[in-house]
């Protein structure tokens, strides 16, 4: 059983960042891409970002892209979400995720906690 942990969400102006962190436990973590999801207020949880695990590889939302960046820290077991040029729109609980490489939800088979991320204008 894979145990995902997230931490690193608040509150931050438009135009501000904030780091997110995934902190991974359990058995055979190499065989696991891992992904960040977000999901706002009465919409659908959506692809962010997903690395796999070597940290060799990477791919990004439109959305998000040129702001956001992901990577990872094997010997801590941690992934990171880099959030820059925080707009009010990146407003959304943040959930990471472990699983086979895939931008959708039913490809991911653990899931962390979620961690709300607050942009104000």
């Known amino acids: 059983q894979v145990q995902l942990v997230e931490s690193g969400g608040g509150l931050m102006q438009a135009g501000g960042s904030l780091r997110l962190s995934c902190a991974a436990s359990?058995?055979?973590?190499?065989?696991?891409?891992i992904g960040w999801f977000r999901q706002a207020p009465g919409k659908a949880r959506e692809f962010v970002a997903v690395?796999?695990?070597?940290?060799?590889?990477?791919s990004y939302a439109d959305s998000v892209k040129g702001r956001f960046f992901i990577s990872k820290d094997n010997a801590r077991n941690t992934v990171y979400l880099q959030m820059n040029s925080l707009q009010p729109e990146d407003t959304a609980i943040y959930y990471c995720?472990?699983?086979?490489?895939?931008?959708?939800?039913?490809?991911?088979?653990?899931w962390g906690q979620g961690t709300q991320v607050t942009v104000s204008s």
């Open positions: 690395i796999g695990w070597s940290g060799s590889t990477s």
């Open positions: 995720a472990a699983g086979s490489w895939s931008k959708v939800v039913n490809g991911y088979s653990y």
């Open positions: 359990g058995p055979a973590l190499s065989r696991y891409a």
